[in-house]
């Protein structure tokens, strides 16, 4: 099996494994508030971090390199985790995953402002047919948006912000400060609201929030491994496998079908994004790469994004290297 075939399978592994914490999730959402569920899935999830902040053998201290950009980071990162959970917990898993692959769309727009990328008229084309399929699955006037349909929206946007400041600002902040202020973010600010929704939490229910916490570390390594193993190329369009597993575990356990604008939504969004990771990997048309280079997964609080860890030495020259020998060819 070739490389790019390894990292292809390795993510696709993951983010069956992320489809199935998003069951988890919307199982929980039906019973407590995303307040707590992601409150508890942090809490959960310090013992994980611990061991990794452990094992950064990087001098520095914690104080940030660049604070106002570690606390807008910071901000995106708690209001995306929130948001996104609200999402999968009250709409149908299908749409929730249509709406959150406007992502690399709205990362492409947001890299001009931040990153001073220029993007030409394809990758604008792009960007307008994918939020042209945000709209089919919307459907304004047509149907009525809840707050659900509001949260993914803003998970989205969140999302793409927080990616875009690691691209920024990556190169010179060490992986244990943006894995951190997020997660102590969380934990205080989730805390401090928790006494306005809390509901009592039998046993079996704090386990589902371990497996969540459990899954979403697990996926996340594996993710990194098939960076590491494929081209970001082949691995980042792997995302929108999630699709698929929404559609199963929709039916499964939810009793939830997809409609056909949300099917026809949902192509037209993947159709773009595949289009914009395929441009950015053709060399001279992008200087930053903002979309290949911050491919990771929306709503888990309790994860490091994959931008954050691609920016470590080991990780970027492995990158590198992988980049170097696909030019070779």
């Known amino acids: ?20 914490h998003d ?21 959960l999830s310090f013992p994980l971090a611990t061991l990794m902040l452990m094992r950064d053998a990087k001098p520095g201290t914690l104080v940030p390199v660049h604070p106002w950009w570690m606390a807008v980071r910071t901000v995106g990162a708690v209001v995306t985790g929130v948001s996104a959970f609200y999402a999968f917990s009250s709409l149908p898993l299908t749409q929730t995953y249509a709406i959150l692959f406007a992502t690399p769309l709205l990362i492409t727009v947001l890299s001009i402002p931040i990153l001073g990328e220029t993007v030409r ?9 994918g939020l042209f399929g945000v709209m089919v699955v919307l459907r304004p006037g047509a149907t009525d948006l809840t707050l659900g349909h509001a949260a ?4 989205a946007f969140g999302s793409a912000f927080a990616s875009i400041v690691v691209r920024k600002i990556g190169a010179e902040e060490r992986i244990v400060v943006m894995l951190l202020y997020p997660m102590v973010a969380n934990f205080v600010v989730m805390g401090a609201a928790l006494a306005f929704v809390y509901k009592p939490m039998p046993i079996e229910h704090l386990g589902m929030l371990a497996i969540i916490s459990i899954m979403a570390w697990t996926a996340g390594r594996i993710i990194i491994s098939a960076y590491q193993t494929g081209e970001a190329a082949i691995v980042a369009p792997m995302q929108y496998s999630q699709i698929l597993w929404a559609t199963v575990f929709g039916l499964l356990f939810f009793g939830e079908t997809t409609d056909l604008y949300t099917a026809v939504g949902a192509s037209i969004i993947i159709g773009s994004g595949i289009y914009i990771v395929l441009r950015e990997s053709r060399g001279g048309t992008s ?14 609080p309790s994860m490091p994004r994959l931008g954050d860890l691609m920016t470590s030495g080991r990780f970027r020259d492995r990158n590198m290297a992988t980049q170097d020998r696909g030019s070779l060819k």
């Open 1 to 20: 099996m070739s490389s790019n075939a390894k990292g292809a399978v390795l993510a696709l592994i993951a983010f069956g494994l992320y489809s199935t």
């Open 23 to 43: 069951v988890f999730i919307k199982t929980l959402g039906a019973i407590y508030s995303p307040i707590q569920i992601v409150f508890f899935s942090v809490l």
């Open 121 to 129: 008229l394809r990758r604008w084309m792009a960007v307008i047919v």
């Open 152 to 155: 993914a929206i803003v998970a």
């Open 287 to 300: 200087k930053n790469t903002p979309v290949l280079r911050t491919r990771t997964r929306v709503g888990t």
